[in-house]
């Protein structure tokens, strides 16, 4: 693969990243479903209240850190939910959940029912939320979680990117390889 090459298949995931970002909220996708959930939580501008519904402690994944626990508090809010395209007026509010990793004098520390003056959430999408007291951050449950719907986004993009690369390849100079 040549230098060359490689630059116009930058320059096709550059255009590409370019015209999904801008085209897909054309179609009713919102940014946040797109975007990696870390950065839509760190954007994030809704507020709530919310209450604690259950505890639990699992081992962890990490095989580095065999024998140490991670701790979960499930959560519960109210929100109002996304508006649809053309929709003025927000819905009745929706109860949301959150899975919200923390550290062993927190959990210690809360109890079911226990209630969560600050929570934060994407209003655009209520899935990615978390617990904004400065330790906990963005829950770890569904939506919120690394593996969620931008990962199809950026597969999307590298396809895109190919396409753009090849048809660059075809319009621009051909190499001597």
């Known amino acids: 693969m040549s230098v060359n090459r490689v630059l116009r298949f930058l320059a096709g995931f550059l255009v590409a990243s370019l015209l999904l970002f801008f085209i897909l909220p054309l179609f009713g996708i919102v940014q946040a479903k797109f975007l990696p959930p870390g950065i839509a939580y760190n954007n994030a501008v809704g507020k709530a209240h919310g209450v604690v519904i259950s505890k639990q402690v699992t081992p962890t994944g990490n095989p580095f850190k065999a024998g140490d626990h991670v701790y979960l ?33 927190t959990y ?7 209630p969560i003056a600050k929570i934060k959430y994407e209003t655009t999408y209520p899935d990615i939320n978390g ?33 753009f690369m090849v048809a660059l390849e075809h319009f621009t100079v051909k190499e001597n390889i």
Do not use: C, H, M
């Open 73 to 105: 508090v499930t959560y519960a809010f109210r929100a109002p939910p996304p508006l649809e395209r053309g929709q003025v007026k927000p819905g009745p509010s929706l109860r949301y959940y959150g899975v919200a990793r923390t550290e062993e004098q």
């Open 131 to 163: 617990i904004d007291d400065g330790t906990t951050g963005r829950s770890v449950g569904a939506g919120s979680n690394i593996l969620s719907g931008w990962i199809w986004f950026l597969l999307l993009d590298l396809v895109l990117a190919y396409a």
């Open 108 to 114: 210690e520390a809360v109890k079911a029912d226990d």
